[in-house]
């Protein structure tokens, strides 16, 4: 039977980036992780966590791709590219962007995957949900087992 998803409480901001901080040093090469949720859910604060962490650099600037759709990380352990497919018009224009050699070379972190549906198999999906009534969210975690493998590895709450 598949892992159910991990679910974790994120009641500030700093929970969320104190996340995406746990989750950095898992990742490597190959890897897709999907950052769903709704309009500042927080996705970006996540990726621009995860991405300080593997630059080392907690001050990196790490902008919102929102109009580049993509913006690429060379100062980091391993290559990541942030995408943001919000604005995408199409699956061939996920191709321009290079998705394929980002994942090819190194991590790929995307907000809005439901614009590309089909694309991100084998990826980690991460998603955002508000917690109700106030501030904070609520994350779920969900992959293959192999995901939950390496998940198992790192503590996350
Ligand atoms: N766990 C949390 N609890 C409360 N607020 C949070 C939490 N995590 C992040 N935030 C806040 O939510 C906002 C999220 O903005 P962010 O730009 O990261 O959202 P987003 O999901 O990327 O939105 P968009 O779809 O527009 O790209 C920020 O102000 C951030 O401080
Ligand atoms: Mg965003």
Redesign the pocket.
């Known amino acids: 039977m598949p892992a159910p998803p991990i679910t974790i409480d994120?009641?500030?901001?700093?929970?969320?980036?104190a996340l995406a901080e746990a989750l950095a040093p898992l990742l490597r090469a190959g890897d897709i992780v999907t950052?769903s949720?709704?309009?500042?859910?927080?996705?970006?604060?996540?990726?621009?966590a995860l991405i300080r962490t593997l630059a080392g650099d907690r001050a990196l600037e790490v902008p919102?791709p929102?109009f580049t759709l993509v913006q690429p990380y060379g100062e980091t352990s391993i290559p990541v590219a942030h995408f943001?497919l919000?604005r995408l018009a199409d699956g061939v224009e996920l191709d321009e962007l290079g998705f394929d050699d980002a994942v090819a070379e190194g991590v790929a972190l995307v907000?809005?995957p439901e614009r590309a549906p089909g694309r991100f198999r084998g990826a980690l999906a991460v998603s955002?949900v508000?917690?109700g009534a106030g501030?904070?969210?609520i994350?779920t975690l969900d992959g293959d087992a192999s995901w939950h493998e390496r998940l198992a590895t790192t503590v996350l709450r």
Request: net charge negative; proline share 6%; hydrophobic share 45%.
């Open positions: 994120l009641p500030d901001e700093a929970a969320t980036i950052l949720g709704l309009i500042g859910a927080g996705k970006t604060t996540f990726a621009r919102s929102t943001d919000y907000e809005w955002l508000p917690a501030a904070g969210r994350a």
